[in-house]
């Protein structure tokens, strides 16, 4: 805690250290945490993967659900490319852009329909390759 006597929110590293930059935070390679401090409390729970997705606030009517293991993307009938893709946001902040694909991994323009089978393809602050594909069911 800080001196105020509000916890002090930290974060691991793939080595175990501890951080406070939350833009640092990873999934710890080993086992063990080092740097805690005897008589102190803390709270850890698994970080959520950077590629992860949620459905975005309101618009649970065009995406019914997000499978962030079985990568699958449930959406609710016949819609734009472009409705999917405002319908989805990062699970824990980080910056996303989306692409719709084909199954064959051709693009689809904002104004094209999503199809069954189609390609939701994640990518993270700004990278340039795939970092998650998740699998698109018509419900």
């Known amino acids: 805690m800080d001196p105020e006597g509000t916890a002090t929110v930290m ?3 793939a080595n175990g250290t501890l951080t406070s930059e939350a833009s640092s935070r990873t999934r710890i390679a080993g086992t063990e945490i080092t740097g805690l401090t005897n008589g ?5 729970e698994e970080a959520s993967p950077a590629y992860a997705i949620k459905v975005k606030a309101g618009s649970e009517s065009v995406v019914t659900n997000v499978h962030n293991i079985f990568f699958t993307v449930n959406t609710e009938g016949t819609m ?10 990062s699970l824990e902040g980080s910056v ?25 393809i994640v990518y993270v602050n700004g990278s340039n ?5 998740y699998r698109i069911y018509v419900d």
């Not at 694909?101 to 693009?107: R, V």
């Not at 390759?129 to 594909?133: E, F, K, L, N, S």
Request: cysteine-free; hydrophobic content about 30%.
């Open 11 to 13: 974060y691991t590293k």
């Open 96 to 120: 996303h852009s989306y692409k719709i694909k084909t199954a064959g991994y051709m693009d689809k323009n904002d104004t094209d329909t999503v199809n069954q089978d189609d390609l939701l």
């Open 80 to 89: 734009l490319v472009s409705e999917l893709r405002g319908a989805v946001e």
């Open 40 to 44: 102190t409390t803390y709270k850890v």
């Open 129 to 133: 390759t795939m970092d998650a594909v």
